[in-house]
């Protein structure tokens, strides 16, 4: 079972705490902001705690009322910033770049700054995003290379399981970065299992990888496994430190030991094929018992502590068959 390992975290509110059902003439008035779903008016009022976990570039600059953003602010391929972005040309309303123009000069900040994803910055490019160095480097350089780490981390059965990742079911994980970038890495199961590898034959930057084809792989002596891409995309960054240290992998799975950076065209399409959260825990859970069963099989009953599951289950117990342990859990 899943046992909860995080420290106090802190619950968020959503859009609001209240609504209620409308008709056209509601949509005008400025107590509550108008949503049309399913040919239904929905009148909803913000709680005046509530916030976004991910504010909007056009809320934060004062157009939007209330408006969270559910494209990992990757601004190029929303659809919302496309239509508020026809909205201003037709001269229905100012552009977020128009209105954050209007404030005083110090409360001109970074549009990083205003998504929260950066300390407070004073924008010296008159938000002409496109030519500024630190947009630039904040995107391509600053997020692709720097690790993130997981919130909140489930155990099951003394393997960690971060909630917000995505899993494959042959044991890679993927995450939605700012910007839409995906890190990609293995999970605790997968580096716990077949132990430390001597090396970590990543794929190059500019590589097209499939999901569900095999996309990299990791040796140990004369132990060769190969691992299927969790994600459609192309590379874009590796991390250079995990392919010269690779037992940074087993370290921090889920942080410092990431693979490398994709970018997809479809980031929902390609993440809704994976398990996030309870999915995931629950598939853990299947995949941990599994174990424990061909454990049984070649080493007899584990004793109550889980016996062999430690940080190297197959040097433990190489009888495992290293062949069958990658055709059973990595499917390849």
Known sequence: MA??????????????????????ADLGTEKEIGAVMGGQVWMVKPDKKAKVDHPCLWMQAGVAKF???DNYYDCTSCKYDHAMGQKAAKGKQFTWQEAMRRRPDMDRVCRHSLTHRIERRICAYDFECSKCDFDQYFEDVWTTKNKSVPFEIQQVKGFDVPMGYYFHDGHAWARIESGGYIRVGLDDFSLKLLGQAD??????????LDQGKIGWGLKRKENLADVLSPVDGVIVEVNSKVRENPQLANREPYSGGWLFMIRTPDIKGTMNKLMTDQNSLAWMNQEVTHLESMIEDIAGPLAADGGYLADDIYGNLPDLGWDNLTKRFLKT
């Open 67 to 69: 408006k969270n953003c």
């Open 199 to 208: 090396a970590l034959d990543l794929p190059l930057m500019g590589k097209e």
């Open 3 to 24: 046992d909860k390992n995080t420290k106090d975290t802190r619950s968020r509110v959503g859009f609001g705490s209240t609504y209620r059902k409308g008709n056209g």
